[in-house]
């Protein structure tokens, strides 16, 4: 509850914060209780204009112009991002931008302040105190686990008596230098916690005083923080040592007296929320017995290869020309890009912030398309790029085929620097199929190795010259191969488009089979979905686990309900 606010939500006045609000000065935007009423009045450096609180007008604040001092910024300039006033305008310093009246621009702003605070209050402070508090817990469980180790030195100790005293005594000693490492680790963990805990509470409280102050200017010039805090700080992960007791051989007493297992502390990168990630785990959503086709977007190419959803009711598509084209599900165009070197994009995604990714075969890029300006971001030597996809830390897994068409890998990227390549399995075989370059349907590559990761961190690969989905853990150590349902006697398995869905079900298009595959995360077979689907190619999921189907040969993308 809000520290002003009593269990029945009464308003303070602003002035003694301790009376009940009555009045509001409409010309200082100020909350007066009877008491300080006199008070504010006194002061006669300036008008003022007291009213009943309940009478009082919704009178915008507007700011004073800086450049012009007698004028107030009714207007926004959105190239530049700030109010400005009618005189700004006609100096012609903002000629050919964008001007919006300041409610309007206003209206969005605070509206999107809500959003936040609602995110940070509702979804990521939670998450926090939730945080510290399972380290907090792991404090006390701690005592007892190293307590029961001491316990068994102690024992072991009193069997052998003397003899044994010194190395009892380094036993324990060790236990404690563990203990102290264990201990250590987990407090600067928690310190870091708490650190961002106090940090998103004064951002929480700025913004309530933002969204009290009724300030045009705050409003407007606000700058989100939000994506600041969606990833959680590093979570430290100690394997708590374990004891181990032999038979007691005084000729071998310090060897069979036991040992410690190493002390092992790994620390796992924190969680990332998602704007509509709830606090509770995901709720356990059943397959339907029958899914259903629930909507159909025209897309206007003649071939359609990639969907990937930028929200709910809206879609980046990319089919057999040089353009990118954002769509929404009535089959209207809102963007269309297109790329830079004027070749086909090989595949498209959406990162973490919205911003839209592609691949370049032909010129070997990888590209950002941000604010409709595209900004090559990485470019290959050797390798052409094939799939792409964002993964929720907001890196980037991109397979990739060599020039000669003799190999294939997967490259991490974090902050479009290389962090990981997974080319060979554990006894140095090629983990994916070698580039077999055939051209169809006017330019397209058959070659084609969709990517995606699941919420275990598993990496997919639908790799289509294999017929086969290749999942490698985290690491790249390969978990399973999925080559299609033994009761698939029709035509063989032919995996193109992959996606993942909240339930960690992995989602494959099988184009010549016209169905999608649905496994659970260790690669078992739940179900076919067909709803009439003709070359399922590209496919994609939102938040809700909607199911985004890029049709290669009608072109159209269908929705379909299936959890």
């Known amino acids: 509850m809000h520290p002003r606010r009593s269990a029945q939500e009464v308003l303070l006045c602003d002035l003694c914060e301790t009376l009940p609000l009555q009045s509001q000065c409409e010309l200082c935007n100020i909350n007066l209780c009877v ?26 604040n507007y700011p004073k112009c800086p450049k012009h001092t007698d004028k107030h910024c009714e207007l926004h300039c959105e190239e530049c991002g700030i109010p400005v006033c009618s005189t700004c305008i006609s100096s012609g310093k903002h000629k050919g931008h964008d001007i919006s009246d300041i409610l309007e621009n206003l209206s969005v ?27 907090q817990t792991e404090k006390t469980e701690l005592e007892m686990h ?40 987990l407090n600067k963990n928690i310190d870091e916690i708490t650190q961002k805990i106090t940090e998103l509470k004064h951002v929480i409280s700025d ?28 979570r430290v992960r100690v394997t708590v040592p374990t004891f181990s007791a032999q038979k007691i051989n005084k000729d071998q007493l310090n060897e069979m007296f036991g040992s410690l297992s190493p002390l092992s502390i790994n620390t796992e990168h924190g969680d990332t929320m998602k704007s509509a990630e709830v606090v509770s785990p995901p709720p356990v959503k059943p397959l339907l017995d029958e899914p259903r086709l629930t909507a159909t977007i025209d897309t206007g190419y003649s071939r359609l290869v990639s969907v990937s959803c930028l929200r709910e009711d809206q879609v980046w598509t990319r089919g057999n020309n040089d353009s990118m084209k954002l769509l929404n599900l009535q089959s209207e165009q809102l963007t269309s890009i297109q790329t830079k070197s004027g070749d086909r994009p090989l595949d498209v995604a959406v990162t ?9 075969y032909k010129n070997k890029t990888i590209n950002l398309v941000k604010n409709k300006q595209i900004q090559t ?15 929720a830390s907001d890196d980037i897994l991109v397979t990739m085929l060599s020039d000669d068409r003799k190999q294939s890998k997967v490259l991490r990227y974090s902050g479009f620097i290389e962090t990981q390549t997974i080319q060979f399995d554990e006894q140095g075989r090629p983990l994916y ?11 397209f590559l058959l070659n084609t190795k969709y990517i995606s990761e699941n919420k275990n961190l598993d990496i997919c690969v639908a790799d289509r010259s294999a017929s086969a989905v290749v999942v490698v853990n985290q690491s790249g150590k390969l978990r399973f191969r999925y080559t299609g349902h033994p009761s698939n006697t029709k035509k063989s398995f032919d995996p193109v488009g992959i996606t993942i869905d909240s339930q960690s079900n992995i989602l494959t298009a099988d184009y010549r089979n016209h169905c999608i595959h649905i496994l659970d995360q260790d690669g078992q077979f739940r179900r076919y979905i067909h709803c009439d689907l003709s070359g399922p190619y590209g496919l994609c999921v939102d938040i809700r686990d909607n199911l985004f189907v890029a049709e290669l040969n009608t072109a159209k993308v269908k929705i379909i309900h299936y959890l």
Request: hydrophobic share 30%; aromatic share 8%; with cysteine.
């Open 35 to 60: 008491n300080c009423v006199g008070k504010h009045l006194s002061d006669c450096s300036k008008r003022h204009n007291v009213v009943p609180f309940l009478q009082r007008e919704a009178t915008p």
């Open 109 to 135: 702003k605070t509206e999107s302040l809500q959003k936040d605070l609602e995110e940070l209050e509702t979804r990521m402070y939670p998450r926090y105190e939730k945080m510290a508090s399972t380290v």
């Open 146 to 185: 190293y307590g029961k180790l001491t316990t068994a030195a102690d024992q072991l100790g009193e069997v052998l008596h003397q003899e044994i005293n010194v190395i009892v005594n380094r036993r324990k000693s060790d236990i404690q230098e563990m203990k102290n490492k264990h201990l250590s680790t």
């Open 207 to 234: 913004l309530k005083s933002i969204l009290k102050s009724n300030d045009v200017f705050l409003t407007s010039t606000y700058k989100s923080r939000n994506s600041e805090y969606r990833t959680l700080p590093p």
């Open 352 to 360: 973490r912030d919205v911003d839209l990714l592609y691949t370049d």
């Open 377 to 391: 971001v990485i470019t290959l030597q050797g390798w052409k790029p094939l799939n792409i996809c964002s993964t």
């Open 433 to 443: 199929s070698p580039g077999r370059f055939i051209i169809h349907f006017g330019g």
